[in-house]
């Protein structure tokens, strides 16, 4: 059975559940999440993910990417895309922003960015991710500013939106 996932309006107020191909199909609003994962140096650590994925095979994403579930918080998201991605366990993470974008044409999501610092050793979902890359700050700006490096669209926005760029993120208060 498909994941389900709440259905919100574009203010977040929850109006209903539908399936991920239910709302990519109509372009209804959900929610999703995202952590900006960070080494003790501070450089950010971008996944790689993988060639099996659906949306940006191969592509450069933000540390963790994932959908809501149904029912589920967007910090309980964060601690199971942590978990189902990287393979960590609770970090301490620090809410940043809450924001609505269309990640691409009819895929419309209210998102949260969280941020964390981890020092360990990863145990990645190679179904998920292939590996994960530190860049620091003059390396995320190339990477953005290169229209021909691959960046999944979304990730892209958000990193210009980190950089201070021009960027499709639009903060919901």
Do not use: C
């Not at 099996?52 to 959908?67: F, N, Q, R, W, Y």
């Not at 149904?70 to 970090?91: Q, T």
């Amino acid at each position: 059975m498909e994941e389900k996932v709440d259905v919100v309006d574009r203010n977040d107020k929850k109006v209903g559940t539908a399936t991920r191909w239910e709302v990519h199909r109509s372009g209804a609003w959900h929610r999703g999440i995202h952590i900006l994962v960070f080494d003790p140096g501070g450089q950010m650590l971008l996944q790689r993910r993988s060639a099996k994925k659906a949306t940006s095979p191969g592509a450069l994403d933000l540390s963790v990417s994932e959908h809501a579930k149904a029912g589920e918080s967007f910090e309980e998201a964060a601690f199971r895309g942590l978990r189902e991605e990287l393979g960590i366990g609770r970090i301490p993470l620090t809410w940043v922003l809450k924001f609505r974008m269309a990640y691409a044409p009819e895929d419309n999501m209210i998102s949260t960015i969280y941020r964390a610092t981890f020092d360990g050793k990863f145990k990645l979902d190679p179904a998920e991710v292939e590996e994960v890359v530190p860049f620091d700050r003059p390396m995320l700006r190339e990477l953005v500013d290169d229209q021909d490096s691959e960046v999944a669209p979304w990730a892209r926005q958000i990193l210009r939106w980190y950089l201070k760029l021009p960027t499709a993120v639009e903060e919901v208060k």
